[in-house]
């Protein structure tokens, strides 16, 4: 997880500030006893919808002095140009203050797919591009996360996760489901999900792609939006609880990844036949 800053308060105790969730949504502030055989922490403070950093202590190790930083984002359109080296009619288009974070487009191209927090935890809108308002699409007992509309626009996926952990310092366990927009509950795909999974549609195309950690590849296989059914498409190596930034061709035929820990990245793109382009 992201480490944001760390401090020794005595000889024993060092104090750290990581985020909370992959999304940056809090920071969480911790207490890491070294003279354990293995350093056991304990959770002191937890600061949803803050960054905490630039930590220092006193000398007797009593007070602790950190900054504390509002987390903000919003939703963007823009329109981009024939050339397609520079965007237009740039505006934001959730006008709250909320943490609002875009997963894709309905197919017709004129709402989108975002999780707010709005409600106090991660939940699922739509926006109509000419609206003010959001309409919430996906509200549950735990978070839910990364929407993706279905070719048809009639079905929606995500995940979904406990806002408690089974045990401490373990991430909740996530389920994939999918919501029927003319149904009253959603139906869950894989119980227990991989820590990585994301899907995206080639609308022109009906054709979407479902892609999950495995070890250290990430599998790429073909998603059937009637009966969830997969086959496997392509693997790429990853590293361990690296998500790569993704997507799918208009076509449906590649994929552009981006490594995002490189220093060097660059966009590769991969034809799902197998070969490397």
């Known amino acids: ?5 760390y401090v020794m308060v005595d000889d024993k105790t060092l104090l750290v500030t990581e985020t909370i969730e ?5 920071t969480r502030l911790m207490s890491v006893d070294l003279h354990t055989r293995e350093p056991s922490t304990t959770r002191i403070l937890d600061a949803p919808g803050y960054a905490m950093y630039s930590l220092s202590a006193d000398l007797v190790g009593r007070r602790v002095l ?3 930083d509002k987390v903000q984002s919003d939703v963007y359109i823009a329109k981009v140009d024939e050339g397609r080296s520079q965007l237009s009619d740039i505006r934001r288009l959730t006008l709250d203050d909320s943490i609002d974070m875009p997963s894709g487009w309905f197919p ?4 989108v797919l975002f999780h707010s927090t709005r409600s106090g935890r991660f939940a699922i809108y739509r926006q109509f591009l000419d609206s003010d308002s959001a309409a919430l699409l996906v509200d549950e007992p735990g978070e839910s996360t990364s929407a993706t509309a279905s070719p048809d626009g009639q079905h929606v996926w995500y995940l979904s996760r406990e806002l408690e952990p089974p045990a401490a310092n373990m991430t909740p366990p996530a389920s994939f489901k999918v919501q029927t927009l003319t149904a009253l509950k959603p139906r869950v795909l894989l119980a227990r999900a991989p820590e990585y999974l994301a899907v995206q549609c080639a609308y022109r195309h009906s054709r979407c792609v479902i892609v999950y950690g495995v070890g250290s590849e990430h599998v790429f296989h073909a998603f059937d939006p009637e009966t969830a059914m997969t086959h496997e498409l392509l693997r790429v190596p990853a590293k361990i609880g690296a998500h790569y930034y993704w997507a799918l061709s208009p076509d449906g035929e590649r994929i552009a990844i981006v490594d995002p820990v490189k220093a060097d990245s660059r966009i590769e793109i991969f034809s799902l036949s197998g070969s490397d382009e």
């Open 108 to 111: 017709d191209g004129k709402s």
């Open 66 to 68: 950190f900054v504390r």
């Open 22 to 26: 992959d999304n940056a949504v809090g």
């Open 1 to 5: 997880k992201g480490i944001h800053g």
